[in-house]
């Protein structure tokens, strides 16, 4: 049961957590994104760039780090193990040149790089994925004996305006 009281009691300090937590990963990111490329480029170690892209992080962040690092590496990046697996000797030296390049700014990170670099677009709407997240609902619903009326009702609840259901159902509804 939700209580109001301990949630504005408690709000406050929920909200200075979560910007403490996102400065801290702000700060990890800034440093160890220049860090694991200066191991890599002066020791041939592709390890920590894997191990930082294999930490839990965001799965935004985790997507932008990837692109980071497949642009400063130079090694190829399997999708299917998600690990930077093999030098691309082909691309290797002129990216590790760009690389050191870009380093040589102190300000240059993985937050500055993907400010003008990254651009976050929205998945557009799956109707089919709602099609069928509402077969497995009720399936589920059947399952639990749980009527179709039910769960149109909590459809209803949760924003479906009724005179949308009316007119799919074809029902002409009229104003009084």
């Not at 709000?11 to 694991?36: G, N, P, Q, W, Y």
Request: overall charge negative.
């Amino acid at each position: 049961m939700f209580n109001y009281d301990k949630f504005k009691a408690d709000f406050d300090k929920k909200v200075e957590a979560l910007e403490s937590a996102e400065k801290i990963t702000r700060d990890v990111l800034r440093e160890l994104s220049r860090e694991v490329l200066f191991a890599l480029h002066e020791h041939g170690n592709i390890d920590y760039v894997n191990r930082l892209v294999q930490a839990k992080i965001t799965p935004v962040n985790l997507k932008a780090l990837t692109l980071f690092f497949q642009e400063f590496t130079g090694f190829f990046y399997s999708k299917n193990d998600k690990v930077f697996a093999k030098k691309n000797k082909r691309q290797y030296d002129a990216k590790k040149e760009a690389c050191l390049e870009f380093l040589s700014d102190p300000h240059f990170n993985f937050w500055s790089w993907s400010e003008r670099n990254i651009e976050i677009e929205r998945k557009p709407l799956d109707l089919g994925r709602v099609t069928t997240y509402i077969q497995n609902t009720l399936k589920k619903a059947e399952a639990d004996n749980i009527s179709q009326a039910e769960v149109i009702r909590a459809i209803l609840d949760g924003g479906l305006e009724i005179e949308t259901l009316y007119t799919i159902l074809g029902v002409e509804v009229v104003e009084q």
